[in-house]
């Protein structure tokens, strides 16, 4: 990428995706629920209920940011975050839980395509537009590297402290830097740049314009494809944990160290190690785009599909180190689509609606991510977790076989 491109707002959208990734929880996010006697079916209810809850807000709150400035609704997306942190980290039951999620889905539908949107406007404002795969890609290998120090120090926390409940408190910390940086942003970025005072357009002809848009074949099936295999990726992520902690109890104990402890360590460890390999993913995924075929999203979402599947095998028959790296090469492969597809959706949009069109392909993940995370946990509850990977990632590779693309992306 061009050194010219890589100024002071380039070191802040990085520093926005790193910050954003430093949620400490995640990497313990089924392991906490399973510990606190979440079934399954109950997981798959609360992860629903997070992507419904965002699925609601998706339209609306792009339409609020491309209408009345992104800066303040990401800066109230990020204060509603740490408010879901802080009752997560009050929370002791299940209809707690329930309600911490509600409010993490509401401050996502805020967070999703604003900051893209802001990304993408100024690239044009500088006349570089020609790298936007290449500058999100490195951008959100930020964010990826975030993941992997969030992951690596949540596991030497809970080293330290033995508790996954407290991790929570420990990442409204970043979200507090992030809410400053964010109103550090230009003016300039705070709209689209094809809206002035005098022309801003109003709710419901954003709204208008936008479903003409949408109804563009080209800009419909890009939209949808990134989002099935992002929300296959975002209903089931969570669900490689009980395989990391597998791995954990294969090692031998380290002495004076009692097993929790240093299973939470090995879980650190392992997601570090993902991540790495996620940010390179995104880093180089526009050097493997145009090294690659020219129906590399529909061969990519398959072939994501099939490692899901892998997965469920090798979970089954209890080869836990080959379904970790199954369930990797997803992880993989989703870094790889994401800046590439984002640039695609940026070509076929006008500017002032860019934000609202990244939030209506929101809309369609989190749809399916809702789907797809209920039906796994009451599978998961009746025959597992392998025989539901199995199952939920056959049946979407099936339904994607027998989707034909006319137009090869």
């Avoid at 975050?81 to 997560?88: G, N, W």
């Avoid at 936008?210 to 080209?218: A, D, H, P, W």
């Avoid at 006008?350 to 209920?374: D, G, H, K, M, W």
Wanted: glycine share 6%.
């Amino acid at each position: 990428m061009n050194a010219q491109i890589k100024d002071k707002q380039y070191r802040k959208f990085c520093a926005y995706g790193f910050l954003k990734n430093l949620r400490f929880f995640d990497a313990f996010l089924i392991l906490f629920l399973i510990d606190k006697g979440v079934s399954y079916t109950e997981i798959g209810i609360l992860y629903a209920s997070r992507e419904i809850v965002t699925n609601l807000f998706e339209i609306p709150s792009g339409l609020i940011a491309d209408s009345y400035g992104r800066k303040k609704s990401l800066a109230a997306a990020l204060f509603i975050f740490i408010l879901s942190f802080l009752i997560f980290w009050l929370s002791l039951n299940f209809w707690l839980y329930l309600f911490a999620f509600i409010i993490f889905g509401i401050a996502d539908a805020f967070r999703s395509g604003t900051h893209k949107g802001m990304m993408m406007d100024y690239l044009k404002l500088n006349n570089w537009a020609e790298y936007k795969s290449d500058y999100y890609g490195h951008t959100r290998s930020w964010s990826q590297r975030g993941s992997a120090l969030s992951s690596l120090l949540a596991g030497l926390l809970i080293l330290i402290d033995g508790n996954y409940q407290n991790i929570f408190i420990y990442s409204v910390l970043p979200y507090t830097i992030n809410f400053i940086l964010i109103l550090s942003y230009p003016a300039e970025i705070d709209r689209s740049i094809n809206q002035s005072k005098k022309q801003e357009k109003s709710l419901v002809k954003n709204l208008n314009t936008l479903f003409l848009v949408m109804k563009q074949k080209t800009v419909f099936k890009l939209v949808s494809t990134s989002a099935f295999h992002t929300a296959y990726l975002k209903a089931l992520k969570d669900y490689i944990q009980p395989i990391m902690l597998a791995i954990a109890l294969l090692l031998p104990k380290i002495n004076n160290i009692d097993v929790d402890r240093q299973n939470g360590l090995v879980v650190g460890i392992l997601y570090f190690i993902i991540y790495l390999l996620t940010a390179y993913a995104s880093q180089y995924s526009s050097v493997i785009h145009k090294k690659a075929p020219s129906n590399l999203v529909k061969k990519t979402l398959l072939l994501g599909l099939m490692f899901g599947t892998a997965c469920g095998f090798f979970f089954v028959y209890q080869m836990w180190v080959w379904a970790f790296a199954s369930f990797a090469l997803i992880y993989i492969i989703e870094n790889i689509r994401k800046p590439i597809l984002t640039a695609f959706v940026a070509d076929h949009v006008p500017n002032e609606l860019l934000t609202s069109v990244y939030s209506s392909q929101s809309q369609l993940r989190t749809l399916f991510s809702a789907c797809i995370a209920f039906i796994f946990g009451v599978f998961a509850d009746i025959w597992g977790i392998g025989f539901a990977l199995i199952l939920v990632s056959g049946i979407l590779l099936l339904l994607s076989v027998l989707i034909t693309y006319k137009k090869k992306v």
